[in-house]
Nanobody
Framework: QVQLVESGGGLVQAGGSLRLSCAASGRTFSLGAIGWFRQAAGKEREFVGAIRWRTSSTYYADSVKGRFTISRDKSTIYLQMNTLKPEDTAVYYC????????????????WGQGTQVTVSS
């Protein structure tokens, strides 16, 4: 099993930037991808993007493409968020999958506890 811990959330003004971290531990050799999701109040959890563990190739939801970037340094995955908008306000989660094309919540197994991102207008 893989354990994931997110950090880096906070309050930022619209147009600003924030970087989230996801520290992975445990059976990381079994990983296919680490994904980022977000869940705004009263809404379903939404796929943001993911990075394939072995190649560090990435893929993103259209809503964040060009503004968000996922990267990896050893066992930590980063989500760099630029040009933030109030609609980016949500709790952000990272999760692991053995699927190299994982995009739905069902594709992912272990989840972090989440970190709150609030973007003020």
């Amino acid at each position: 099993q893989v354990q994931l811990v997110e950090s880096g959330g906070g309050l930022v003004q619209a147009g600003g930037s924030l970087r989230l971290s996801c520290a992975a531990s445990g059976r990381t050799f079994s990983l296919g991808a680490i994904g980022w999701f977000r869940q705004a109040a009263g809404k379903e959890r939404e796929f943001v993007g993911a990075i394939r563990w072995r190649t560090s190739s990435t893929y993103y939801a259209d809503s964040v493409k060009g503004r968000f970037t996922i990267s990896r340094d050893k066992s930590t995955i980063y989500l760099q968020m630029n040009t933030l908008k109030p609609e980016d306000t949500a709790v952000y989660y990272c999760a692991d999958s053995t699927n190299l094309y994982a995009k739905t919540t069902n594709d992912f197994s272990s989840w972090g506890q989440g970190t709150q991102v609030t973007v003020s207008s």
